[in-house]
Structures are given as structure tokens and as C-alpha cells.
T-cell receptor, first 115, second 114 residues
Framework: AQKVTQAQTEISVVEKEDVTLDCVYETRDTTYYLFWYKQPPSGELVFLIR??????QNEISGRYSWNFQKSTSSFNFTITASQVVDSAVYFCALSESDGNNRLAFGKGNQVVVIP | EAQVTQNPRYLITVTGKKLTVTCSQNMNHEYMSWYRQDPGLGLRQIYY???????DKGDVPEGYKVSRKEKRNFPLILESPSPNQTSLYFC?????????????FGSGTQLSVL
């Protein structure tokens, strides 16, 4: 069964520091999809990125970057020069290509950016 | 505007009193799903539906019912709520074209069962 592990529960950083969120996944599928979602204090879930298992290219979007390493089954997320608005819970999620259609979430990382 | 609408946003009820949380999407998505979010546990899938009249259990279906009579609506029914169902609930939808599609989430329903 698919599984996503986000080991760090709460991470506090001082504004302008970088923070990296680890995501390790388990799957038997060769084709799968990885996602990151952000949940700000207002509670909604905001889609950040999607990556398929055949695309190991790292991605950068502004201050956000993602490092996908298939060899270690990891899809880590880095926030560079953190800002108070980055304070949120971040979820990593995995979707397999079979008929299950389930998006399995990790337990989330609570990021607190201290001004 | 493309969206998934859940109602109510907040709900306080008592044990055993049947309730329904509504979910509606305007994107003509085939796939809809319910998740619950609990501290330290992340989001767990309750039920999902791949089309009208097609529903299936997720990881934590006990104590819940769903129905999919129309494509746009996917209500979550708690026939006899209990305090352990106090949680934040999210409805989500996406096209059925593939599991690579991102989920569109509603704003959530915070349920408290006393």
C-alpha cells in the first residue's frame, strides 16, 4: 500500500532562514505522482506542485524549490528566505496509477516562521 | 469560478443526531472524495466516488455514508455521530482522466460532536 512519511511535525525558523521539509514515500508502482499542498491558518488546501515518477528534474518556483530523488524515494521541499506568510502546514501526497484513485497524504509539517 | 463548495463551514452537534455535510462542484468532475483531517494524522480518505451511483470506501469509512445521485453533488452523511468523529472534513474533486490530476478541495467543514 502506498505510504507517505513526513517525519518532522513542527519546524520553527526565524524569518529569512531557509527551511527544508522532508517527504519519503513508499509505493510498488512504477508510475506514480507526488504532490505538495499548503494549508495556511485559514484552513484551505492550496495545491503547490505535482511531479510524476518519470520526471526527476528539480523545480524552482520563486522561493520554493523541490528535490525529487527516486533513488531514495524522497520528494523534499525547500522554502528559501522564509517569510511570515509561509507559516502553514505543508502536506506531501502520493497518487498511484492504478484504479484505486486514492491520494495518500503524509501527516504534514507545521512550519512556524518567527519574525 | 471553478470551485468545490462545502456547507456548513462550522457545525456543532450532539451525539446521535443525524447530520449531512453537503458538497457540490461546478467543474463537471467525475471523481469526488471526502477526507477527514485530524491533528498528527494528516488527511485520511473516507469515501470516494468515480461517477454517479459509483461509490467506494476509503481508509476510514466506519460511521459515514455517502451518495452520488448527481454528478455535481456528493453529500457526507453521519447517521449517528459520535465524539470521535469530531474533525475537519474536506470534500474534493478532480477529472477522472488520471491519478496525475490534482484534487480541488472545498474550504472544509469543522465538525464538533458533543
Amino acid at each position: 500500500a502506498q505510504k507517505v512519511t513526513q517525519a518532522q511535525t513542527e519546524i520553527s525558523v526565524v524569518e529569512k532562514e531557509d527551511v527544508t521539509l522532508d517527504c519519503v514515500y513508499e509505493t510498488r508502482d512504477t508510475t506514480y505522482y507526488l504532490f505538495w499542498y499548503k494549508q495556511p491558518p485559514s484552513g484551505e488546501l492550496v495545491f503547490l506542485i505535482r511531479r510524476n515518477s518519470f520526471d526527476e528534474q528539480n523545480e524552482i518556483s520563486g522561493r520554493y524549490s523541490w528535490n525529487f530523488q527516486k533513488s531514495t524515494s524522497s520528494f523534499n521541499f525547500t522554502i528559501t528566505a522564509s517569510q511570515v506568510v509561509d507559516s502553514a502546514v505543508y502536506f506531501c501526497a502520493l497518487s498511484e496509477s492504478d484504479g484505486n484513485n486514492r491520494l495518500a497524504f503524509g501527516k504534514g509539517n507545521q512550519v512556524v516562521v518567527i519574525p | 469560478e471553478a470551485q468545490v463548495t462545502q456547507n456548513p463551514r462550522y457545525l456543532i452537534t450532539v451525539t446521535g443526531k443525524k447530520l449531512t455535510v453537503t458538497c457540490s462542484q461546478n467543474m463537471n468532475h467525475e471523481y469526488m472524495s471526502w477526507y477527514r483531517q485530524d491533528p498528527g494524522l494528516g488527511l485520511r480518505q473516507i469515501y470516494y466516488s468515480m461517477n454517479v451511483e459509483v461509490t467506494d470506501k476509503g481508509d476510514v469509512p466506519e460511521g459515514y455514508k455517502v451518495s452520488r445521485k448527481e454528478k455535481r453533488n456528493f453529500p457526507l452523511i453521519l447517521e449517528s455521530p459520535s465524539p470521535n468523529q469530531t474533525s475537519l472534513y474536506f470534500c474534493a474533486s478532480r477529472p477522472l482522466t488520471g491519478s496525475y490530476e490534482k484534487l480541488f478541495f472545498g474550504s472544509g467543514t469543522q465538525l464538533s460532536v458533543l
